[in-house]
């Protein structure tokens, strides 16, 4: 009776044993490909590692955006063993609120970097003390040797490494270097970053057509405003308006894309030029002007006269200070900035042929400018087809359109009734191989090139002999407009607040530059006394750092 159990037992061990044979052979000899690459895979890491990224450069050669050599203080926070003293050293190595360092030493993650550019000092001591799970690396960082100069231009790489705003994000992909799929072994601190970067595929390099000097003196211009008229703000703008090609984008205030995180009001990262909507007030008038005499509903001599006021249902539009000019052409219109005779220009024309124009003018779109966010507005309020509506826009005041698009819409009269596509970006630079953007010219007039002509006409009697007089540059010819318009806020209009422009083009009959400046609430009454004087100052800078030759001695 014993021995059965015995027996039974021992048949039980045998088959078991053979059991456990059967699959051990399974695992390592029939399936041994597959389970080894699972146990592979289980000991290594895949990260996916980006080359370097494209350099952007002014158009003369000056770098805008590059890449240098720093080093990185980063984290496993699995790793960690000493918690506490690691966040009391690091902080008071690196100077960072050990606040800030315990919340990435508690994240579930593989790394976490906890500061960018540290010193070969600081490294040393970080070394020095010898706690498991803080690493230190070599890396490229993106720089900005210019600082704050275009900061809204050029936007900045974030901190997940994807270009945001202006260049850096608009052409991201372009700038992004090669990405490739790094395998290495768990354990090694190499396997969070790649230490071949040099190896990758570099990302394409930029060249801008933006001119390093005009834009320095754009700036500087932007910064004697806020001190000599306490701006809120403002914008100036210098293209070529025969290519599109943008000269200057300059912006107050602005930042420094170093140091970007430190930023606490956001705002200062969207561009004013491409991002925000003003109303540019008598800076529209010859818009208004040049539709109608395109359509032959007016010209620059037809007449009429002002009595000071126009009545529109209920309400009455008035000019600037009450002023009451007589009998006036349509030229003396656009010299004296007279309210009412944009009025009168818009009736003879007709509300439906105005609208036609504005949305030809390129108003109701985005320009198609190269940087990342551009904006526009659909002007649903002004579309609703009001009276009111029409008469108010008629001189810049009820109608929200970006400074780029006032700009674009100018160049349609300084290059024979053409509108040009604003551009930033004037070479690409891949594989050693220059790729040229291509100039987008609307390939149909917006206005004839006869009302181009009557319409600079009309602007260059404005300097000549107009309320921009002051704008007069001796020996150029010169075409302009000023601009005045009351801050729309809380669905009205504020009563204290203005937005202050001048635009213009030089030499008038054959426009090498077009400027726009644009100042938000100078402490001025209009832009006579604000944005024209920076108008020509920049004018005169150009002209004699091209050297442009005179129009009359």
Known sequence: MENWRVNLVLVFIVLFGAALISRLAFIQIINSDLNKALAQGQQKIFNIVTGERGNIFFNKGEILATNIKGIYVFISPAEIEEKARTIKELSAILNIDEQKIL??????????????????????????????????REALFRNYPQKDMASQVVGFLGGEDFGQYGLEGYYDDTLRGKEEIEKKKKGST????????????????????????????????????????????????????????????????????????????????????????????????????????????????????????????????ENYNGRVFGEKTMTGVLEKSINTGAVFAEKELGHDLFLKYIDSFGFFELTGIDLEGEVFSENKMFKRGYEINFATASFGQGIEITPIQLVRAYTAIA???????????????????????????????????????????????????????????????????????????????????????????????????????????????????????????????????????????
């Open 103 to 136: 919340e990435k030493v508690q994240k579930d993650t593989l790394f976490e970097k906890i500061e960018n550019s540290i010193t070969e000092e600081q490294r040393i001591l970080i070394n020095e003390l010898g706690i498991k799970g803080i690493y230190c």
């Open 415 to 553: 290059n024979e009734g053409k509108l040009i596509k604003p551009y930033v970006v004037d070479k690409i630079i891949k594989n050693n191989e220059i790729i040229e953007t291509i100039p987008d010219v609307s390939s149909e007039n917006v206005i004839s090139s006869k009302t181009a002509s009557q319409v600079t006409a009309m602007l260059v009697s404005v300097i000549e002999n107009g309320y921009g007089k002051d704008a007069k540059i001796p020996g150029y010819y010169v075409a302009g407009k000023t601009g005045t318009a009351q801050v729309s806020e809380g669905g009205g209009y504020s009563s204290d607040k203005s937005w202050q422009s001048f635009i213009g083009f030089a030499p008038a009959l054959n426009p090498r530059f077009l400027i726009l400046v644009k100042l938000d609430n100078p402490e001025t009454k209009t832009a006579e006394y604000s944005a024209l004087p920076i108008f020509k100052e920049l004018a005169k800078y150009i002209i004699n750092y091209w050297e442009i030759s005179p129009d009359y001695d």
């Open 190 to 317: 190499a396997s969070f970053f790649s230490e071949n970067i040099d190896q990758l595929g570099k990302g394409s390099d930029i060249v801008l057509t933006i001119d390093y000097n005009i834009q320095f003196m754009a700036e500087k211009l932007l910064k004697k405003a806020k001190n000599d008229l306490s701006i809120d703000g403002g914008q100036i703008i210098v293209v070529d308006p025969k290519t599109g090609k943008i000269l200057a984008l300059a912006h107050y205030p602005n930042f420094d894309p170093n140091d970007y995180s430190s930023v606490e009001n956001f705002d200062i990262f969207q561009n004013g030029t491409t991002q925000k909507l003003f109303e540019p007030g008598s800076g529209f008038k010859p818009i208004t002007m040049a539709s109608a005499i395109n359509e032959e509903k007016v010209s620059p001599q037809t007449t009429y006269i002002d009595t000071g006021k126009v009545k529109i249902g209920k309400y009455t539009i």
